[in-house]
Nanobody
Framework: QVQLVESGGGLVQAGGSLRLSCAAS????????MGWYRQTPGKQRELVAT???????VYADSVKGRFTISRDNAKNTVSLQMNSLKPDDTDVYYC???????????????WGQGTQVTVSS
């Protein structure tokens, strides 16, 4: 099994910053892409940012220039630095990892349990 555990959510005023972290553990042979998504109840989960093992990043237009994703391949961790937060950024944030558990195995997507980010105006 592969487990992802997030930390760092909370309440912040508009214009403030938060840093989310996510650690993957368990039976992991290798991890491909890692990323962050967010979801409002009743809506689809939407991409925030992803990062490849080599450091190539993709961001949603709504967070470009404000959020920065990074990862530590040796520690199987991914982080999201969120600056200039807006009330519209309020959501539950989920990390994910495309991981395989053994050599020759296929990649599966694993999700964390989610962490609440609330930005007050």
């Amino acid at each position: 099994q592969v487990q992802l555990v997030e930390s760092g959510g909370g309440l912040v005023q508009a214009g403030g910053s938060l840093r989310l972290s996510c650690a993957a553990s368990g039976s992991i042979f290798s991890i491909n892409a890692m990323g962050w998504y967010r979801q409002t109840p009743g809506k689809q989960r939407e991409l925030v940012a992803t990062i490849s093992p080599g450091g190539t990043t993709v961001y949603a237009d709504s967070v470009k220039g404000r959020f920065t994703i990074s990862r530590d391949n040796a520690k199987n961790t991914v982080s999201l630095q969120m600056n200039s937060l807006k009330p519209d950024d309020t959501d539950v944030y989920y990390c994910n990892a495309d991981a395989r558990r053994y050599l020759g195995g296929g990649y599966s997507r694993y999700w964390g349990q989610g962490t609440q980010v609330t930005v007050s105006s």
